[in-house]
């Protein structure tokens, strides 16, 4: 029987700690016709030589050096070195389970699919196994609902990452679709938005099948202020790549999202920012103000305000980029709970 070879890409950076564990959940997977490629970005821990002591014992784990680079260039060298028909990705800190191969692959090939996505759970050393995702078996034709995909990618339904999803190969190389190396989060994003113009058909499959793992060092421990230059690039890197396509409903789709996304997430932020960092009322009000410039300006294009209130008036707000006047009214807002905080504490 013809099994064809899976390619799994692994970027490294000082992950000694839990690399070892990494490699074991690689080593027992229950389909075995699979390369681990291993791309080494400049480790200053013990990374490198535990790779090495791996790889002198099974061949099928191939090792890659560069220097330092970061994730996007790490896996886009993982790519160009890849033979497989399949394409995975996993992170040095995390643990497929045995049958995250043989379901993704079994499951991919029966439905002639080009993706096909499983759901995984997190952890962390405070915190045991729970669910990440809440999505139900599924049969979806991408071609028929392009758009209706897009949101649902940027609504976190299938989670933003490459890990828990499997790719065709040709697909990838045909298109040249690489990851945006200058982009260091959202990069994953950005792929998956790209790979599903191509893709025609993807499955969900409800079982978890890969262990996301949370730690001090995992990215989203950062402060997420200083996401903002990474958020403007994903918008303006889509924005050119789906032009080039036509995808006028898929860019109506992402434009409504990323706009969403800023409301709900961002603005929060970027008070909450102003508020830790700022002695003084003036000084809050500048540095509330100086981060909402810091967004590119289509981002900001809200076009279906239609409800009348005060949330619809923030949003109305922003659209017009009267951001002196939005940011004055956050300071406001700061400044009346903090004096409801005090007023509540003299009371007791």
Known sequence: MYLPLISIIIPVYNSGIFLRECIQSVLDQTYTHWEAIFINDGSSDISLSILQEYAIHDRRIKVLEQTNKGVSAARNKGLRASKGEYITFCDADDILLPEFLEKLYEKITLANADWIFCNAFQFSKDKPLEIRLHFQDEIISISQFRPEFVCRFMQFEFDYATWNKMYRSTLIKQNKLSFNEKMSIWEDLLFNLQYLQFANKTLLISKPLYQYRIHDGSLYSRDR????????????????????????????????????????????????????????????????????????????????????????????????????????????????????????????
């Open 225 to 348: 202020v200083s996401f903002i230059p990474q958020f403007n690039m994903l918008f303006n890197e889509y924005i050119m790549f789906i032009e080039r396509y036509r995808g006028i409903y898929e860019l109506a789709v992402f434009k409504k999202e990323m706009f969403r996304i800023l409301y709900n997430q961002f603005i929060k932020d970027c008070e909450t920012y102003a508020k830790k960092n700022a002695s003084n009322p003036f000084k809050m009000y500048f540095l509330h103000k100086k981060l909402l410039q810091s967004f590119s300006p289509g981002i900001m294009n809200c076009s279906d305000i239609k409800k009348v209130g005060w949330q619809p008036l923030k949003k109305w707000l922003l659209s017009k980029r009267m951001l002196g006047l939005f940011a004055f009214i956050g300071t406001l807002n700061i400044l009346f709970k903090s004096c409801i905080i005090n007023n509540n504490k003299k009371q007791n």
